[in-house]
């Protein structure tokens, strides 16, 4: 059973400062995996998606890394501003249509 | 450019009573999913709608019921509410393209449920 996993559940930073968010999952048989953006009181908003052939995609500050041998994926975080405080989940998608997902990490970038 | 809309925002109820959330898009997806949050955890879903007139059971399907109405709606229904149902719920919709090129999920802002 694929298991999502997000360290640390809190993280609180400096503005400015470059900054990483860590996401493992057990099963390596992926379609893609997704980082979203959750706001307090609001729903998610997507932020980047891997496919399982991609090793990396970039937005903007934002850079996604994917290795599925390791199970792993980061998201990388350039120049933090007080902007991009929310909490930051993370989900893979083994089998159609569903998608498995991290309890996320709430990220405060303090001013 | 509403994209999904979910009714109503917050809602409380008495155990044992039944209410219906309703999901509308308005981006033609194929796919429409309902979820629930709950403090701590991931988001884990209740059931999801491949296409119009499909419904399949997901993580999490007890004490639920769900109509995929048409394309855009897709509503999910508790018969007889429970406390353990307290929970966010989100719903969630996406164009699963074919050959294996998957879209992002779009969600709305949520339904804040209390049951009593």
């Known amino acids: 059973k694929q298991e999502v996993t997000q360290i640390p559940a809190a993280l609180s930073v400096p503005e400015g400062e470059n900054l990483v968010l860590n996401c493992s999952f057990t099963?390596?048989?992926?379609?893609?995996l997704q980082w979203f953006r959750q706001d307090p009181g609001k729903g998610l908003t997507s932020l980047l998606l891997?496919?399982?052939s991609q090793r990396e995609q970039t937005s903007g500050r934002l850079n996604a890394s994917l290795d599925k041998s390791s199970g792993r994926s980061t998201l990388y975080i350039a120049a933090s501003q007080p902007g991009d405080s929310a909490t930051y989940l993370c989900?893979?998608?083994?089998?159609?249509?569903?998608?498995?997902w991290g309890a996320g990490t709430k990220l405060i970038i303090k001013p | 450019n509403a994209g999904v809309t979910q009714t109503p925002k917050f809602q409380v109820l008495k155990t044992g009573q039944s209410m219906t959330l309703q999901c509308a898009q308005d981006m033609n997806h194929n796919s429409m999913y309902w979820y629930r949050q709950d403090p701590g955890m991931g988001l884990r879903l209740i059931y999801y709608s491949a296409s119009e007139g499909t419904t399949d059971k997901g993580e999490v399907p007890n004490g639920y019921n769900v109509s995929r109405l048409n394309k855009r709606e897709f509503s999910l229904r508790l018969e007889s509410a429970a406390p353990s149902q307290t929970s966010v719920y989100f719903c969630?919709?996406?164009?699963?393209?074919?050959?294996?090129?998957?879209?992002?999920?779009?969600f709305g802002d949520g339904t804040r449920l209390s049951i009593l």
């Open positions: 989900a893979v998608k083994n089998s159609n249509y569903q998608l498995i």
């Open positions: 099963d390596s048989a992926i379609y893609n």
């Open positions: 969630a919709s996406s164009e699963e393209a074919a050959g294996r090129i998957y879209q992002p999920q779009h």
């Open positions: 891997i496919q399982s």
